[in-house]
């Protein structure tokens, strides 16, 4: 089992920066990747950013160079750094973990884009 916690989502306005926290507890060591990934109202999840346990990431065009996936080990935690946000990054971002048999997600942190 992987237990996922995500904390610092918030209003921000268009051009400005967040930077979320994922904590990650449990069966660490079974853990391919972590990443990302973002639900806006009426819309279908979808991956944002992912780093496999080699350290590779992976960006969608929408956020390339923009947003940064990072990770410290030592306290266990994967981050989401997001500079220059439009609107349309508006949406509930989610922390996931996968593993050889199943994705793990956590609760979710909203994260709004607005003047």
């Known amino acids: 089992q992987v237990q996922l916690v995500e904390s610092g989502g918030g209003l921000v306005q268009p051009g400005g920066s967040l930077k979320l926290s994922c904590v990650v507890s449990?069966?660490?060591?079974?853990?391919?990747?972590l990443g990302w990934y973002r639900q806006a109202p009426g819309q279908a999840r979808e991956v944002v950013t992912f780093?496999?346990?080699?350290?590779?990431?992976h960006y969608i065009d929408s956020v390339k160079g923009r947003f940064t996936i990072s990770r410290d080990d030592a306290k266990k935690t994967v981050y989401l750094q997001m500079n220059n946000l439009k609107p349309e990054d508006t949406a509930v971002y989610y922390c996931?973990?996968?593993?050889?048999?199943?994705?793990?997600w956590g609760k979710g942190t909203l994260v709004t884009v607005s003047s």
């Open positions: 449990g069966s660490i060591t079974s853990i391919y990747s």
């Open positions: 996931s973990a996968e593993t050889s048999n199943k994705y793990y």
């Open positions: 780093i496999t346990s080699g350290g590779s990431t």
